[in-house]
């Protein structure tokens, strides 16, 4: 019953409380996907920008922009640490341009990048090593 009940308040305050529709995304590789849901058939074009220190708001004058059309979703690479402002455009002008994504992209540290990538290898070449090995063993028994 108490299952049930928790389900049933999750449902009631989902329809109830106000959905923000600004995405919150923290990247720590440099890249992330925006979701375009409901919002290809009114805009068209893609902006993001990145804030400089303690601003709130961006100046979008500078900013990258890129065609959506007809996409559901996007995903974005090459970004510098930082925090970033995403907002969908009208080509038309007939939507006012509305700001979907805030973004802080931290990248991971050189060494932990550094460690993770020698796991990688010691793991690909353990793999290599035994499948050498296996293989020649099979060999000498056909």
Same mark, same amino acid.
């Given at each position: 019953?108490?299952?049930?009940?928790?389900?049933?308040?999750?449902?009631?305050?989902?329809?109830?409380?106000?959905?923000?529709?600004?995405?919150?995304?923290?990247?720590? %590789?440099?890249?992330?996907?925006?979701?375009?849901?409901?919002?290809?058939?009114?805009? $068209?074009?893609? %902006?993001?920008?990145?804030?400089? =220190? @303690? $601003?709130?708001?961006?100046?979008?004058?500078?900013?990258?922009?890129?065609?959506?059309?007809?996409?559901?979703?996007?995903?974005?690479?090459?970004?510098? $640490?930082?925090?970033?402002?995403?907002?969908?455009? $009208?080509?038309? @002008?007939?939507?006012?341009?509305?700001?979907?994504?805030?973004?802080?992209?931290?990248?991971?540290?050189?060494?932990?990048?550094?460690?993770?990538?020698?796991?990688?290898?010691?793991?690909?070449?353990?793999?290599?090593?035994?499948?050498?090995?296996?293989?020649?063993? %099979?060999? =000498?028994?056909?």
């Amino acid at each position: 019953m108490g299952r049930i009940l928790k389900l049933a308040l999750v449902l009631v305050s989902m329809m109830v409380l106000p959905v923000s529709a600004v995405q919150q995304i923290e990247s720590r %590789e440099g890249y992330f996907v925006l979701e375009l849901n409901n919002l290809q058939n009114k805009y $068209d074009g893609l %902006e993001v920008v990145q804030l400089s =220190e @303690g $601003d709130q708001s961006a100046d979008f004058s500078s900013a990258q922009r890129f065609d959506i059309s007809g996409q559901q979703q996007a995903t974005l690479s090459g970004f510098a $640490d930082g925090h970033y402002q995403a907002r969908v455009t $009208d080509s038309s @002008g007939e939507s006012a341009p509305q700001l979907i994504a805030e973004v802080e992209v931290r990248h991971r540290s050189l060494t932990q990048a550094l460690v993770l990538f020698a796991v990688g290898l010691a793991a690909f070449s353990l793999l290599v090593i035994l499948l050498l090995k296996f293989n020649r063993k %099979e060999a =000498e028994y056909a």
